[in-house]
Antibody, heavy 129, light 113 residues
Framework: QVQLQQSGPGLVKPSQTLSLTCAISGDSVSSKSAAWNWIRQSPSRGLEWLGR?????????DYAVSVKSRITINPDTSKNLFSLQLISVTPEDTAVYYC???????????????????WGQGTTVTVSS | DIVMTQSPDSLAASLGERATINCKSSQSVLYGSNNKNYLAWYQQKPGQPPKLLIY???TRESGVPDRFSGSGSGTDFTLTISSLQAEDVAVYYCQQYFIIPLTFGGGTKVEIK
């Protein structure tokens, strides 16, 4: 059974960096059959996909345009986890943050991903001085 | 970006009644090469992360009760709860995973009348 365990601070000051990690058990961050996502949820923005990392012979990262200049998602193969860094945060970044897994497939049409079948427990992050 | 629009915003139905939630995408999420609709439904209860119910528009996730069903193709999709139970009170979201950015609908709150 795949599980995702999130950790990180719940309070970040404006202009500082939000850092969260997501530890994977039951799967591997370097699996060729998965992508690892970060999602956030707030009353004003709803559920918002932030980005993902995946491994298919090399590492790929995809990011939402809304945060592309501020976000980094990194895999850590030694600890089997992936992390989120969001720099220069403002109160607009206050949200519940989730890490998730999407199962990947490689068949006659090429590589593609399915829905998000495993979710972390969520981390409430407040941006405030 | 593909915009996902859900309706209604909320609904109340009696125990045992049918509940229907609609989801419309701003462009088709049907991929012709594999004939799959890249559309999922999630259920979220207070204080919990969303839980995957349906993927590929109509495939039930393992362990999900068969009173939940998904249908539709292209741009129009439906989640049906055939016989509403007390434990189904939640917010339901549709999501497309056809192209990035992955996008979600605004949610439909389901309550018991």
């Amino acid at each position: 059974q795949v599980q995702l365990q999130q950790s990180g601070p719940g309070l970040v000051k404006p202009s500082q960096t939000l850092s969260l990690t997501c530890a994977i058990s039951g799967d591997s961050v370097s699996s060729k059959s998965a992508a690892w996502n970060w999602i956030r949820q707030s009353p004003s923005r709803g559920l918002e996909w932030l980005g993902r990392t995946s491994y298919r012979s090399k590492w790929y990262n995809d990011y939402a345009v809304s945060v592309k200049s501020r976000i980094t998602i990194n895999p850590d193969t030694s600890k089997n986890l992936f992390s989120l860094q969001l720099i220069s945060v403002t109160p607009e970044d206050t949200a519940v943050y989730y890490c998730t897994r999407s199962v990947g497939y490689d068949d006659y049409i090429g590589y593609y991903y399915s829905a998000m079948d495993v979710w972390g427990q969520g981390t409430t992050v407040t941006v405030s001085s | 970006d593909i915009v996902m629009t859900q309706s209604p915003d909320s609904l109340a139905a009696s125990l045992g009644e049918r509940a229907t939630i609609n989801c419309k995408s701003s462009q088709s999420v049907l991929y012709g090469s594999n004939n799959k609709n890249y559309l999922a439904w999630y259920q979220q209860k207070p204080g919990q992360p969303p839980k995957l119910l349906i993927y590929w528009a109509s495939t039930r996730e393992s362990g999900v009760p068969d009173r939940f069903s998904g249908s539709g193709s292209g741009t129009d999709f439906t989640l049906t709860i055939s016989s509403l139970q007390a434990e189904d009170v939640a917010v339901y979201y549709c999501q497309q995973y056809f192209i990035i950015p992955l996008t979600f609908g605004g949610g439909t709150k389901v309550e018991i009348k």
